[in-house]
């Protein structure tokens, strides 16, 4: 496994580390944009449909959202843990931390596949596929089409996400993260924290009414 | 460098569990409020825990606190610029005249009675 | 031991021997000639080498975009059918302007001046992330490759805009071309990154922002743009192709969506993306207008602040592309006002450019010839945008001509113009080779005349109320379509004739010195062409690039100073 190379265009590692660090960040910056025409629509359909959107919120379980809340908060902990560790040299730990955050995001996506489960049996589903009798309304059909889209696109990032953990922490057993040198690990990381933030936006506007 | 890097200000184990003990605070705090049932400012309130949540989760277990300012920058423009799509679409379909929909016509009434 | 904001001290330590950063060319081979083989042209990490693969790549999807324009312009030459039935002629123009803007006219000046240049200008020895950008080219080619399978199969009719619910519903093959564009997105993504992160973080020692090169300055607003702005442009077309391929509704009025709502997200994109067009070209335009006036800019700051000052109120404007759309009063209100404001940002640099040239020496290479035809062109569709900005007056002109006349000033007129600028003024740096200036000139005046004969007409057609995207017309429209039509040929003859004489000197032009121009600009401190690391070791560049009270001597003595 090729270690720590330092790239032909940088002086020492602390400008390469700090260069991967910034560019990670204006990576995030662009993962946060793509979001963000979602969130849009979803704020002019909710100003649209007001009181029918609103109900459809309260016809969403809270339990798998708030529980999916705390899960995702959790695992935001944990691989911030996992970095400490690999700071302090502690690369047991740090490989401890990164299967636990990895295990979360799957108990995440697993809760969410029972949800959508349920979604699916009530015929809450996208568009013209919606046929919920007990909420015959275009702002419920408008909710449950940004629900789909947007919990979608976060639980194809929460898998993207996990493949990611799994690959960081093949590394990490393999001893390649030292305190010096474990830029790739934090930008890794920096991934994961963001995927939580998005659940952060998302669980109060699809879960609490 | 490295050692310069561990001199300036490091999230410890300390800052770390404070982070997380104040996100799950604000989740449940979020959450009790939620059922209160506050007509528009449940909304409000639920995003502004939110935004103080997301910047819990960057300061401190993203790090951004240690961070040079330019990475400060990207976070802060992505912030602003979602906020503005955000805000002009929906200011649009607020603001647009066309809700609720007009009555259908009635027999003998012309068809562009407002 | 500097902040880390400004660029760290470079690898030769203050101990050894002072070696001279700047390049000759006994070094060693070129960037062109170092490492042989197709393979080294196809694996390299050398930011020179991808502008070429770059460079090749955008004169094919040009030419493709080109034959799109001609194929549709000849079908207008006559009210009824002249070559081609309706649906078809609906292909063209939609397939002509997703070429022209996602496969030529973002990626040409960025990806490939950008690429070549930004680095030696801040005198970094490549980019952040060399592999990232090769990752870049071949994103971009695979894109491309996939709108072009979209093509062949049928291609789609709906504009390049894709506006719903036409788009979700068209019989077209939607899909793969949206695809291809949300592909080729994703390399202006990482491209956009790749030169943000460099001009932070991989400055000369001692550079700071108030010395950074103005083309370096507007090909970083261009990527803080690009990196914005382009994912909402995935999200639309994402949203485009689940409604089209899955029928989702999501902006199907009849299960309760907005298809409104659609152009907000795509115009949120869009409009950026037309500054993404014309900010590099206005960047390349800030370097050969001191160089040939032989003049340091009027100002510097007023170029450089207009620079993010367009950038970020560029933001702000999408609204004007839809006050017919039926979007509220207040957001349209809004939308002009900001349309109009961030014209101020384009005038200041004219009005700067146009002060340069004051008691300069200025010469009249290609370069300059361009940039009077720029000048020109550029004014005048500003002036033209300001107008229909005017919500009463746009609602006569809007899906006129007027409009399609509008941004052909601005993209070919402003940008097309400046990349032939770009191209010929760095030609003799890239390739090492001088072009024959005499055919240039003749290629530069005829660009501009055929340019002229085509869109003029355009205008007036727009006024008296020809609609755009329209297949017949009324009789009495056909002598501006006949005229309009044969000045795209002769724009398109033109045009060929600029590459061909580029291409002759690649092969017979006599060999270029390493400042063929007399610019102070960075990137002529090293060879005609650059070694394959730009120089020796990282330089100190301890001179302002616009100062022209220097001579080269002086200037490379400074560059040199440790």
Not at chain 3, 13 to 29: K, V
């Amino acid at each position: 496994m090729k270690r720590h190379a330092l790239g032909e265009q940088y002086g020492d590692f602390a400008q390469q580390d700090e260069t991967l660090q910034f560019g990670m960040w204006v990576f995030l910056a662009s993962e946060v944009l793509l979001f963000a025409g979602l969130f849009a629509l979803y704020g002019s359909y909710r100003a649209m449909y007001g009181a029918d959107f609103a109900d459809a919120i309260k016809h969403n379980t809270l339990a798998y959202g708030t529980v999916n809340m705390y899960v995702l908060l959790c695992s935001s902990f944990t691989v911030a843990l996992a970095v400490w560790a690999t700071r302090r040299g502690r690369n047991g730990l740090c490989v401890a931390m990164l299967v636990t955050t990895a295990l979360l995001g799957v108990a995440f996506i697993v809760i969410k596949l029972f949800e959508y489960a349920e979604h699916f049996r009530e015929r809450a589903l996208p568009g013209p596929y919606y046929h919920m009798a007990e909420l015959p309304t275009y702002g419920a059909n408008r909710f449950f089409t940004m629900y789909w889209l947007m919990t979608g696109l976060h639980a194809l990032h929460v898998t993207g996400g996990v493949c990611l953990l799994v690959w960081l922490t093949w590394r990490a057993a393999h001893r390649f993260y030292t305190p010096e040198h474990h830029v790739g690990l934090e930008m890794g990381t920096l991934y994961w924290h963001l995927i939580d933030i998005i659940w952060i936006f998302l669980w109060p506007i699809m879960y609490l009414a | 460098m490295a050692d310069e890097t561990a001199a300036k200000y490091h999230v410890g184990g300390v800052g770390l569990i404070a982070t997380f003990v104040g996100l799950v605070v604000l989740a449940t705090l979020s959450l009790l409020l939620s059922f209160l049932h506050w007509p528009v400012g449940d909304l409000v309130v639920s995003l502004l825990i939110a935004l103080v949540k997301a910047l819990l989760v960057v300061y401190f277990f993203m790090h951004l606190i240690e961070q040079p300012f330019s990475s400060h920058m990207a976070m802060l423009v992505s912030l602003i610029w979602v906020t503005l799509l955000i805000g002009l679409a929906a200011a649009d379909v607020v603001t647009r005249h066309t809700f609720p929909v007009r009555p259908e016509p009635t027999e003998g009434q012309p068809f562009y009675v407002r | 031991m500097s902040p880390p904001e400004t660029a760290l001290v470079a690898p030769a330590a203050a101990d050894e021997p002072e070696i001279d950063p700047l390049p000759s060319l006994d070094d060693g081979p070129d960037y062109l000639r170092a490492g042989k083989g197709v393979a080294s042209w196809l694996n390299t990490r050398d930011h020179k080498r991808i502008a070429l693969l770059f460079y090749g790549a955008v004169l094919c999807t040009f030419m493709l975009g080109g034959v799109f324009a001609l194929a549709l312009r000849t079908e207008l030459l006559t009210p009824g059918r002249t070559i081609m039935d309706a649906t078809t002629y609906n292909r063209m123009f939609t397939l002509h302007g997703i070429t022209m803007v996602w496969l030529f006219l973002i990626p040409s000046i960025p990806n490939v001046f950008g690429n070549f240049i930004l680095p030696i200008q801040l005198g970094a020895r490549d980019l952040a992330f060399p592999k990232l950008n090769l990752i870049s080219f071949y994103v971009f080619v695979i894109g491309a490759l996939v709108i072009l399978g979209g093509m062949f199969a049928g291609g789609a009719d709906t504009g390049w805009t894709f506006y719903t619910p036409y788009a979700d519903s068209s019989p077209t093959r939607v899909v793969p071309v949206v695809t291809g564009v949300f592909i080729v997105g994703i390399s202006t993504i990482f491209t956009g990154l790749n030169f943000i992160v460099t001009v932070h973080k991989l400055r000369a020692p001692g550079m700071r922002w108030s010395s950074i090169p103005l083309f370096t300055w507007a090909i970083y607003g261009v990527s803080i743009i690009m990196v914005v702005a382009t994912p909402v442009l995935g999200m639309a077309l994402a949203l485009v192709g689940l409604d089209h391929g899955l029928g989702l509704g999501i902006f199907d009025p009849a299960v309760g969506g907005d298809p409104v709502l659609f152009q907000h997200i795509f115009w949120f994109y869009s409009h950026p993306a037309v500054y993404i067009m014309i900010l590099p070209a206005m960047g390349v335009i800030s370097e050969v207008v001191p160089t040939f006036a032989h003049r340091r800019p009027a100002s510097y700051t007023a170029i450089a602040v207009s620079t993010i000052g367009i950038a970020v109120v560029g933001f702000l404007t999408w609204g004007h592309h839809m006050f017919s759309a039926g979007i509220s009063e207040l957001d349209a209100g809004f939308f002009g006002v900001l349309s109009m404001f961030v014209a101020v940002f384009s005038a200041i640099k004219v009005f700067t450019w146009t002060l340069t040239l004051r008691r300069g020496q200025v010469k009249l290479n290609a370069p300059m010839l361009y940039f009077f035809a720029f000048l020109f062109l550029f004014v005048f569709g500003g002036m033209t945008g300001v107008a229909l900005a005017t919500q009463s007056l746009d609602l006569h002109w809007t899906d006129t001509y007027f409009v399609v006349a509008h941004f052909h000033f601005i993209m070919v007129g402003g940008s097309v113009t400046a990349f032939l600028a770009g191209a010929h003024y760095w030609f003799p740096k890239m390739f090492g080779k001088i072009y024959n200036e005499r055919f240039a000139t003749v290629g530069a005046i005829a660009v501009f005349i055929g340019f002229c004969l085509t869109f003029v007409p355009q205008f007036l057609l727009g006024n008296m109320g020809m609609p755009r995207r329209y297949y017949s017309y009324p009789e009495r429209f056909q002598w501006l379509h006949v005229l309009s039509t044969g000045g795209a040929f002769l724009l398109g003859g033109a045009l060929l004739l600029a590459l061909g004489n580029l291409l002759w000197a690649l092969k017979w032009g006599p060999h270029a010195p390493a400042n063929p121009w007399d610019s102070r600009s960075y990137e002529w401190l090293t060879t005609s062409p650059p070694p394959p690391h730009n120089f020796r070791v990282t330089p100190t560049l301890g001179y302002d690039p616009y100062d022209y009270s220097l001579t080269e001597e002086e200037a490379r003595e400074k560059a040199r100073a440790r």
